[in-house]
């Protein structure tokens, strides 16, 4: 293969639509979401694992670093939901064309925003 | 390129059906979770302990587990196959590549296995 031949998608030089976006932050989230697991499951054990444990939990949870780190890895899941039940609905044959898919792609980035605003709100001050 | 080889069910179609079916039953695990917590503000131990002893919690847990598993597996590859490439990383790519999944395969396989300790265990 001609290693010289050009090459017409820089990614870096070329200014992207939303929907590209919203589909990076989709991979990118993803990703976070596998290592998160590793922390929900830690937590679920060691809630379910006595009484002295579900108090460790609970203290964890007042602490502010603790608390960001939570979090970070709902706010990962809740835009990777959100961006999932958009595919979802595209599978289902809505919002396929450009027009539409820019749309749904706005829509679903301003849903995941609020959430990861609620999200804070449930951790930080609820 | 040859990349099917990792793929989890070596067939495009497969892969997306899996993933979709996946999603679905991780999501309403996530809100029935969320729910829970929300409407049991000030939950116990023996509550929370009670909900993921009982039978249809732990097949539901395990069904979101599994669904984890097969889900990363064809997300992490999508993600593998599409950036440690030859042309982005150059030669040793297929060799990075499939040392990353067969990480990404063991980190899988000791979650569900975790996974399957702590809902047998409780």
């Known amino acids: 293969m001609d290693k010289k031949r050009p090459m017409n ?4 030089t070329i200014k992207l639509p939303i929907t590209s976006y919203v589909s990076i932050l989709h991979r990118v989230s993803g990703v976070a979401n596998f290592f998160a697991v590793a922390i929900f499951l830690w937590i679920l054990d060691t809630s379910l694992a006595s009484e002295q444990g579900f108090a460790e939990i609970n203290t964890l949870f007042d602490n502010f670093f603790a608390q960001m780190i939570i979090w970070a890895c709902l706010s990962a899941l809740a835009y990777h939901m959100v961006m999932g039940t958009r595919h979802l609905v595209m ?16 829509i679903a980035a301003v ?9 804070g709100g449930w951790i930080f001050i609820w | 390129m040859v990349t099917s080889i990792t793929s ?8 997306w059906l899996l993933q ?8 309403l695990y996530v809100l029935f979770i969320v729910g829970y917590l929300m409407l049991n503000p000030g939950l116990q131990f023996a509550d929370w302990q009670a909900l993921h002893g009982s039978l249809p919690m732990r097949m539901f847990s395990l069904m979101t587990v599994l669904s984890l598993a097969a889900h990363s597996w064809i997300g992490m590859w999508c993600v593998f196959t599409d950036y440690v490439t030859v042309r982005l990383i150059g030669p040793k790519a297929t060799a990075v590549r499939i040392f990353f999944q067969l990480m ?8 569900t296995i975790w996974a399957i300790d702590i809902l047998w265990g409780i």
């Not at chain 1, 849903?111 to 999200?119: E, Q």
């Not at chain 2, 979709?20 to 999501?27: D, G, K, P």
Request: contains cysteine.
């Open chain 2, 20 to 27: 979709r079916v996946s999603a679905c039953i991780m999501t």
């Open chain 1, 111 to 119: 849903v995941a925003a609020v959430l990861i605003g609620l999200i």
């Open chain 1, 9 to 12: 998608l820089d990614l870096g």
């Open chain 1, 91 to 106: 599978d289902a044959g809505y919002g396929e064309t450009f027009e539409s898919g820019r749309l749904t792609a706005t």
């Open chain 2, 104 to 111: 990404m395969i063991a980190v899988t396989l000791l979650y």
């Open chain 2, 8 to 15: 989890l069910g070596r067939s495009g179609l497969s892969d």
